[in-house]
């Protein structure tokens, strides 16, 4: 296992912040508050990173003009506040598998390239400008891909069995969590454990495109983007507290039994929480 020090200091807080965050700083002409006091706790105990699709969005919407040079100069000079310097944007997918210990490593892979991938984001971030569409096509193919891999979960119809689905208790997905700790029974915290709500929601949402009145469609423009929404609940895994405005998570984890849905919080509330001096950290059960 890879020790997770050389990327982020023991003892540190991981925070990731997802697309919503970053694109709101350009639309006020102050900074927030809560931007002076993530920049006093990036100081002390906490760790400030984009998520990964989060840099693929905002450079998409860079691109496209949908946020001007302008508010994107705006944009990056809070940001640089109190994001991680070293870590500006967290890598996901087989990097926090690595990360876990979930899947050895590939020869090619270290944390100096790690850090450097996302030194090189975070410049290209910094340094994009409006450009032709075609020169943008692999972070489009990128977040085309997360929406893919939503539906193709979704639409899994190999989960189905006699039993009537219930959108929270039923013997496939206490099957699905039992399956996913053989996957890497070495695992403390378990695997089932660290994707917690993680497995409840695609559960449910799986549940919903099954009914037979007003089924979800992960294929509808409303929801064409949950695939890419759905890839920040891996940073849960580290674990990891995600920082977002958009009331979408909110609603779509109000009715979820999970320890992990309070690891979602406002950047307001993050920040009330550190100044009320009950400060937020993401913790494993009995811990």
Aim: hydrophobic share 40%; proline share 5%.
């Amino acid at each position: 296992m890879i020790p997770l020090h050389e990327l982020i200091p023991t003892g540190k807080q991981i925070v990731v912040l997802d697309t919503s965050v970053a694109r709101n700083l350009v639309y006020t002409d102050t900074s927030a508050t809560w931007v002076d006091i993530f920049a006093e706790m990036s100081r002390n105990d906490y760790s400030f990173s984009l998520a990964d699709n989060a840099f693929a969005e905002l450079v998409a919407q860079i691109s496209s003009g949908a946020i001007s040079t302008n508010q994107k100069i705006l944009m990056i000079e809070r940001l640089r506040r109190f994001l991680n310097v070293n870590l500006p944007i967290f890598l996901g997918k087989i990097d926090i598998s690595i990360l876990i210990g979930m899947v050895e490593p590939h020869p090619d892979w270290s944390t100096t390239n790690v850090l450097e991938l996302s030194s090189r984001a975070w410049n290209y971030l910094t340094n994009c400008s409006i450009t032709a569409q075609s020169n943008q096509s692999g972070v489009h193919e990128d977040l085309q891909s997360e929406r893919q891999a939503w539906v193709s979960m979704i639409q899994n119809k190999g989960l189905t069995t006699g039993e009537p689905l219930h959108e929270y208790k039923h013997t496939q997905l206490e099957k699905v969590f039992a399956d996913i700790d053989d996957l890497a029974p070495h695992l403390s915290p378990s695997l089932s454990i660290r994707m917690d709500l993680q497995i409840r929601l695609l559960w449910r949402q799986y549940v919903r495109s099954n009914k037979d009145v007003e089924p979800y469609d992960p294929l509808s423009s409303k929801n064409k983007n949950d695939g890419i929404d759905f890839d920040i609940y891996n940073y849960l895994l580290i674990p990891a507290l995600i920082v977002t405005q958009d009331e979408g998570f909110f609603r779509k984890l109000k009715d979820i039994d999970s320890f992990q849905k309070q690891w979602f919080l406002k950047p307001e509330d993050l920040a009330k929480a550190w100044s009320d001096r009950t400060p937020s950290r993401a913790r494993w059960p009995g811990t």
